[in-house]
């Protein structure tokens, strides 16, 4: 599984933020060569500003083909203005997980 975190500020305009990563979800779930392979999830802090961002997927080959992808490359764009200067993507490497 590979795996990243991706955190940053943000106190613009929510209902453009919301529509931003609803048509990157949405465009993951339609893609048929990553859907089910690709996960994504989006979190936004209960105080303040900061939101997080949560990838995973099956093999390197999945995000190569993510990345290739126009509305990738679009939603990346976006977030980094959205984001600014406080964009921090972590790339993860899992360590030990619940009981499944």
Do not use: C
């Amino acid at each position: 599984m590979h795996e990243i975190s991706i955190r940053y500020e943000f106190s613009g305009n929510e209902t453009e933020w919301e529509a931003a990563i609803s048509a990157f979800i949405a465009a993951v779930n339609n893609d048929a060569e990553i859907a089910g392979k690709f996960h994504y999830r989006v979190n936004k802090a209960k105080e303040g500003n900061q939101r997080i961002h949560w990838g995973w997927w099956d093999t390197p080959e999945t995000v190569q083909t993510l990345q290739s992808r126009d509305y990738f490359k679009a939603f990346a764009a976006t977030l980094k203005g959205f984001a600014g200067s406080t964009l921090s993507p972590v790339p993860l490497t899992e360590f030990m997980s619940t009981a499944r």
